[in-house]
C-alpha cells in the first residue's frame, strides 16, 4: 500500500524558516498532483499549496510570497519551504498526492508551531 512520510516540522521562532518533506514509498504510481494541507486547532483542514505534474503551483493567498513548493520526480517527493513564518501558520501540516486517477493519499502530519 503507498505511504507518505513527511518531515521537516518543529518549533521555530515568528520570522523564521522551515523546510517539510514528503516522500512516496510503496506503490504509489503515475502521481499527477502533489500538495500541502494545513489544519489548525479548532479550524477546517486547507489546501496551503499545490503543484502539478507539469510545474504549475497554487498557493492559498496568506501564504503567497512567503512559502514555496517544489517536487523531485524522480525521487517522487514534494517540498515546502516556508520563510517569514507567523504564529498563525501553527497548524498540523498535512502532505497529499493525487494520481492520474484521481485517488488521495495521505501523510500522517507534521506539527508546526511557530511562535511569537
Known amino acids: 500500500q503507498g505511504q507518505l512520510v513527511e518531515s521537516g516540522g518543529g518549533l521555530v521562532q515568528a520570522g523564521g524558516s522551515l523546510r517539510l518533506s514528503c516522500a512516496t514509498s510503496?506503490?504509489?504510481?503515475?502521481?499527477?498532483?502533489m500538495g500541502w494541507y494545513r489544519q489548525a486547532p479548532g479550524k477546517q483542514r486547507e489546501l496551503v499549496a499545490a503543484?502539478?505534474?507539469?510545474?504549475?503551483?497554487n498557493y492559498v493567498d496568506s501564504v503567497k510570497g512567503r512559502f514555496a513548493i517544489s517536487r523531485d520526480n524522480a525521487k517522487s517527493t514534494v517540498y515546502l519551504q516556508m520563510n517569514s513564518l507567523k504564529p498563525e501558520d501553527t497548524a498540523v501540516y498535512y502532505c497529499?498526492?493525487?494520481?492520474?486517477?484521481?485517488?488521495?493519499?495521505w501523510g500522517q502530519g507534521t506539527q508546526v508551531t511557530v511562535s511569537s
Open positions: 497529499n498526492v493525487k494520481n492520474i486517477w484521481g485517488i488521495d493519499y
Open positions: 510503496g506503490s504509489i504510481f503515475s502521481i499527477n498532483e
Open positions: 503543484i502539478t505534474s507539469g510545474g504549475s503551483t
